[in-house]
């Protein structure tokens, strides 16, 4: 079975699924993976200060908190380049960037010849042309499927207070998240954990089903439609929940779940718009206090990441 992988982003799910495929790849022979197929290469490609700089800032803050809070990006980039190379695996870039290119359409029939075609947050609305090129594309969400179509879905999933936060894999159609489903799975949503933490959580539970979902895919299997409520979440909605103007004006309950859903929330604090990781209750008077709709005294103390002894000055 020859597997065409389509990629536009780099991180902890990306990462882990796209070396999921590789390794079952290496350990047997009738699975190829033809490409990596990417409108944004340099995402896989990353400089090598770039890469020092988020592992020194996340071996900082591993030393400095006792769980893990919000990561803005992680040094992976590099996994997945080295994991390719070590593969033979290409990394193509359509022209333009763009997936459905005639031309790269052309050359995934001519070419590449997949059997099956692997969406792990292809950024780019896949047409007919191209799934036909490639047998039909499967692709990974990070949310329960009808309820959390659209971007965001883990977030989405924590602020709502989901118990449990799902993932699935389904055929790509030219709706939107709206392909037959071909395995579900969903993994514990503890209060305590942030956002990081859970997608970690989510990466190994996804990339552990990546061998049962090749099988379905081996054998044909056309999966089963989307059952239940759809529901929808824009890029726009979730932008909308991570700026808060006025904090003064939402419940302690709705900020707190803002900033463990989303793990960065910038609020407007003492007169400027700061980007908070971290809220806890706090005496009036406090740095960085505020009160909220409720009544409640909130401070923020940690912003993207840091303890405020460790912030540069002015952040």
Same mark, same amino acid.
């Given at each position: 079975m020859r597997l065409l992988i389509l990629s536009d982003a780099n991180g902890t799910t990306t990462s882990a699924l796209i070396r999921? #495929?590789? *390794?079952? =790849?290496?350990? @047997? &022979?009738? $699975?190829? #993976?033809? *490409?990596? =197929?990417?409108? @944004? &290469?340099? $995402?896989?490609?990353?400089?090598? =200060?770039t890469l020092a700089r988020?592992?020194?800032?996340?071996?900082?803050?591993?030393?400095t908190s006792r769980r893990m809070p919000f990561e803005a990006g992680e040094p992976l980039g590099h996994e997945v380049r080295r994991a390719a190379a070590r593969a033979g695996v290409p990394v193509i870039v359509p022209p333009g960037g763009e997936v459905n290119d005639p031309a790269f359409v052309e050359r995934v029939?001519?070419?590449?010849?997949?059997?099956?075609?692997?969406?792990?947050?292809?950024?780019?609305?896949?047409r007919g042309p191209l799934i036909e090129a490639c047998g039909g594309i499967?692709?990974?969400?990070?949310?329960?499927?009808?309820?959390?179509?659209?971007?965001?879905a883990t977030p989405f999933s924590l602020y709502a207070g989901d118990a449990?936060?799902?993932?699935?894999?389904?055929?790509i159609d030219e709706g939107l998240d709206t392909?037959?489903?071909l395995l579900e799975g969903a993994v514990p949503a503890d209060p305590a954990a942030g956002l990081a933490e859970i997608v970690r959580l989510k990466?190994?539970?996804?990339?552990?089903?990546?061998?049962?979902?090749?099988?379905?895919?081996?054998?044909?299997?056309?999966?089963?439609?989307?059952?239940?409520?759809?529901?929808?979440h824009s890029g726009a909605e979730g932008r909308d929940l991570r700026r808060v103007d006025d904090p003064g004006r939402l419940t302690a309950d709705d900020l707190l779940r803002r900033v463990r859903a989303f793990g960065l929330v910038e609020m407007a604090i003492?007169?400027?718009?700061?980007?908070?990781?971290?809220?806890?209750?706090?005496?009036p008077g406090t740095h960085l206090a505020f009160r909220t709709a409720d009544g409640a005294t909130l401070a923020a103390d940690r912003l993207v990441g840091l303890p405020p002894r460790l912030r540069p000055r002015g952040r």
């Amino acid at each position: 079975m020859r597997l065409l992988i389509l990629s536009d982003a780099n991180g902890t799910t990306t990462s882990a699924l796209i070396r999921a #495929v590789l *390794g079952l =790849a290496r350990r @047997r &022979p009738d $699975v190829v #993976v033809c *490409g990596i =197929a990417t409108g @944004r &290469p340099e $995402v896989f490609d990353p400089p090598a =200060a770039t890469l020092a700089r988020r592992a020194a800032r996340r071996a900082l803050v591993r030393a400095t908190s006792r769980r893990m809070p919000f990561e803005a990006g992680e040094p992976l980039g590099h996994e997945v380049r080295r994991a390719a190379a070590r593969a033979g695996v290409p990394v193509i870039v359509p022209p333009g960037g763009e997936v459905n290119d005639p031309a790269f359409v052309e050359r995934v029939a001519r070419e590449l010849r997949p059997d099956a075609g692997l969406s792990f947050y292809c950024h780019q609305l896949i047409r007919g042309p191209l799934i036909e090129a490639c047998g039909g594309i499967v692709n990974y969400h990070d949310g329960a499927l009808p309820a959390y179509r659209g971007l965001n879905a883990t977030p989405f999933s924590l602020y709502a207070g989901d118990a449990l936060t799902g993932f699935t894999f389904h055929w790509i159609d030219e709706g939107l998240d709206t392909g037959d489903v071909l395995l579900e799975g969903a993994v514990p949503a503890d209060p305590a954990a942030g956002l990081a933490e859970i997608v970690r959580l989510k990466a190994r539970a996804a990339a552990a089903a990546v061998p049962r979902v090749l099988e379905m895919v081996a054998a044909g299997e056309p999966g089963r439609p989307q059952a239940g409520a759809p529901g929808y979440h824009s890029g726009a909605e979730g932008r909308d929940l991570r700026r808060v103007d006025d904090p003064g004006r939402l419940t302690a309950d709705d900020l707190l779940r803002r900033v463990r859903a989303f793990g960065l929330v910038e609020m407007a604090i003492d007169g400027a718009l700061r980007p908070v990781t971290r809220l806890r209750p706090a005496a009036p008077g406090t740095h960085l206090a505020f009160r909220t709709a409720d009544g409640a005294t909130l401070a923020a103390d940690r912003l993207v990441g840091l303890p405020p002894r460790l912030r540069p000055r002015g952040r």
